[in-house]
T-cell receptor
Framework: AQSVTQLGSHVSVSEGALVLLRCNYS??????LFWYVQYPNQGLQLLLK??????LVKGINGFEAEFKKSETSFHLTKPSAHMSDAAEYFC???????????FGKGTTLSVSS | ETGVTQTPRHLVMGMTNKKSLKCEQH?????MYWYKQSAKKPLELMFV???????ENNSVPSRFSPECPNSSHLFLHLHTLQPEDSALYLC???????????FGSGTRLTVV
């Protein structure tokens, strides 16, 4: 069965520091992988996605993620955190039927000045 | 209007009430989804509609009843809910086969 595990429910960084949010997945079929961001009182917004091809995927707001099949990972990074990056981040994988997404529990990112 | 619009934004209902959540998308997408977001839990997929046909019902209790009258509109009809049904209900749309969902802002439901 498809599943997603996000390591660390809460990550805190200083402004300008590297952001690393971890995501591991389990999938019985070649996965499509996604990162979404949710700001307070809003829906989720797509940051980036991996379907096929290049394993390093660049997204919006300076974020990128690398698909590592051998590690079943899809970690999200950003070289330099900004205060506006504070939000909740969700990793997701396509379900086995390919009809919808299965989400992780989310990681709350806090950025301090 | 653009994107995905959900109404109402907030809803408080008693356990014996009947209410409906509405979702409308203006993106020309042909797939729509309902998710439930509870505190400290992953988003739970409830229903999937593709080309106005329900393709997935993720073991959702019958007190939740979806309706998709056309590709732009999706409803979630609610009746005799329980307090544990209190959550943020999110609607999303996409083009079938492309998982770049566009989400609405959600309806915050409180069952009293």
């Amino acid at each position: 069965a498809q599943s997603v595990t996000q390591l660390g429910s809460h990550v805190s960084v200083s402004e300008g520091a590297l952001v690393l949010l971890r995501c591991n997945y389990s999938s019985s079929v070649p996965p499509y992988l996604f990162w979404y961001v949710q700001y307070p009182n809003q829906g989720l917004q797509l940051l980036l996605k991996y379907t096929t091809g290049a394993t390093l995927v660049k997204g919006i707001n300076g974020f990128e993620a690398e698909f590592k099949k051998s590690e079943t990972s899809f970690h999200l990074t950003k070289p330099s955190a900004h205060m506006s990056d504070a939000a909740e981040y969700f990793c997701a994988v396509t379900n086995q039927a390919g009809t919808a997404l299965i989400f992780g529990k989310g990681t709350t990112l806090s950025v301090s000045s | 209007e653009t994107g995905v619009t959900q109404t109402p934004r907030h809803l408080v209902m008693g356990m014996t009430n009947k209410k409906s959540l509405k979702c409308e998308q203006h993106l020309g997408h042909n797939a729509m989804y309902w998710y439930k977001q509870s505190a400290k839990k992953p988003l739970e997929l409830m229903f999937v509609y593709s080309l106005e046909e329900r393709v997935e019902n993720n073991s959702v209790p019958s007190r939740f009843s979806p309706e998709c009258p056309n590709s732009s509109h999706l409803f979630l009809h609610l009746h005799t809910l329980q307090p544990e049904d209190s959550a943020l209900y999110l609607c999303a749309s996409s083009q079938e086969g492309d998982y770049g969902y566009t989400f609405g802002s959600g309806t915050r439901l409180t069952v009293v």
